[in-house]
């Protein structure tokens, strides 16, 4: 089994010391990730949020891309109607150039109110947007030659655009997915899939299965790889420890959808194929407990064929020395032992 | 005397392995440039040169952030008209945070034909686009308090700019100007200012006097730093390697005309405030020669009030070395020798 990471730095405005701070202790901390045995950073992007989180993700996978030589570089996710699709194509190529292929390219269409607020961007426009702009990057990573674009939002006029990147065809997109409806399309249209923390393990394992059918159904081979599962992650000594965490993540789950409207796999109407906020107080979308108890809840995903965990960023490094100590060895193979 | 670097790395499309050895060059380049003594190295920007130049300097800069700890990071230029003004002011802001402090930002409103027709901009919009951007960065730097704006190109609604710059009020300005009239809106403007590498020492004599009307004018201090002039550099040893510079410049700046159109101060319609093409030939516009030339040279634009000179990227490392052992010597201060 493969072990990620998953969240951002903070830095908010009006704290400058903490600014700072912020960034260098989240550098730090994927620094000796990397040495830990984790296999990936995803970074969370978000703008005008007011809290201090990454807006420009790809320029911290730069700067995180010279201070590491394994760990893959993902963005979890580029909201692509943000962005104009040609220049997130060169960025996005320069991270890969520069880190030596490890780019994971994760997109999205956005869902927060806020943001599309910010950019006076009609939320219906979401969707046509982030097709537009998905057809428009992999043409731009593909092309060696120059092209015309005429599109709803976007158009350019004998474009080449470079540098080239590093992994061929091009660096893996990923895409989060919650709905029935939406997982079966991010399998078709040969993205990674990112399935949320929000959900229980009971909803995750029927979004593995709506994944195996719809790979089945359109022909892509299954690879344990392509799939990965966000957790969050506390690990407990005490009952008492349990209950604060238990807590703790029911209130900060509603009031990140209080903030920001619906969440991803988290709305509000509580609609059959997602989730509903009450639901937080079930521990078992989270990896909450002793590390024995982790351990189990891990194998469960394992056996319903999830090879691959993002682990949401903890408060401080100690968590994740824990974790590497004494949950992953529990999922070593062999060729890992043997390494 | 203060020298620092201009220039960028290249990566060219279908020719893969020279690609990331390209970026890997210039990375190392920079690297032992900051040991070697330099001050800053400014960053071109281009899109769909096609040729391989950089087009995301915000990204390579961050990865230098982390390679370096003192250089300065500049670009030369950003070209404001392509770029969504608060998603470059966050990347900014963000390259600021990860080095430090050390960003110094460039910024253009365009003069190649093949960006503006890339991007489908016409080219009468750059200067408004570039006004409009620029104080959109600024409000977006300064503003703690969350702001709308509606201009003619953009508008925000409800927007706070993360993560906050370092450098206060914030990084500091620079655009290149060649007329007398932009030399005199950049004295104005409170930028700093960047003389181009094909103007002779005469022109950039004259340059330096508007320059310097220009604040009195206004009432802007004359801070020496705050004024670079870039220069073409070609240390040689022979009467023969001499003539085979002066040859190979002359063919450069030709094929550069030819490629992109007009250049900043190097029009073909030979303004009487620009320069001509055949002037290329007229050698004082660039530091070629031998070290005790160079320093002649040098020491000849300091004595008109220059305290800051960019040198153009030459092929490889050897030469900054030697300029580092041959020539900055001469312009060592007592401050400087007592580190």
């Excluded at 590390?291 to 891990?298: A, F, Q, S, W």
Aim: proline share 5%.
């Amino acid at each position: 089994m493969r072990f990620g990471l998953f969240g951002g730095a903070v830095a908010k405005r009006g704290d400058e010391t903490a600014d700072s701070q912020g960034y260098r202790k989240f550098i730090d901390l994927v620094v000796e990730a990397e040495s830990l045995g984790f296999h990936s950073i995803f970074l969370v992007e978000h703008h005008f949020s007011g809290s201090g989180q990454v807006s420009s993700s790809l320029n911290l996978l730069s700067y995180l891309a010279a201070r590491t030589s394994a760990i893959r570089l993902g963005t979890a996710v580029t909201v692509l109607p943000w962005h104009n699709p040609v220049l997130i194509a060169e960025q996005a190529a320069t991270v890969d150039l520069l880190s030596g292929g490890r780019l994971d390219f994760g997109v999205g269409k956005g869902y927060r109110d806020i943001e599309f607020e910010g950019f006076r961007i009609p939320k219906e426009e979401g969707l046509p947007r982030y097709e537009e702009s998905v057809d428009l990057i992999r043409k731009s990573w593909l092309s060696d030659e120059r092209f015309d674009h005429d599109g709803r939002f976007w158009s350019f006029r004998n474009i080449v655009v470079e540098p080239p990147v590093v992994q061929k065809p091009h660096p893996p997109l990923w895409s989060a997915a919650g709905t029935d409806e939406s997982i079966a399309r991010v399998a078709k249209s040969g993205f990674n899939i990112l399935l949320d923390h929000f959900a229980t393990d009971a909803r995750t394992r029927e979004r593995l299965k709506v994944w195996r059918d719809a790979c089945a159904e359109t022909g892509r081979p299954l690879r344990a790889e392509e799939l990965a599962v966000a957790r969050g992650l506390t690990i407990t000594r005490t009952e008492e420890e349990y209950e604060d965490a238990i807590r703790a993540r029911v209130e900060r789950s509603a009031k990140m959808a209080e903030d920001y409207g619906a969440l991803p796999g988290l709305r509000r109407d509580a609609q059959p194929e997602t989730f509903a906020v009450q639901d937080m107080s079930n521990p078992d979308s989270a990896l909450i407990g002793t590390p024995d108890r982790i351990v189990e809840r891990l194998q469960r995903l394992q056996s319903w064929g999830v090879e691959y965990v993002l682990i949401l960023l903890p408060g401080g490094v100690e968590t994740l020395r824990e974790f590497s100590r004494e949950i992953m060895p529990a999922f070593e193979t062999q060729a890992d032992a043997a390494q």
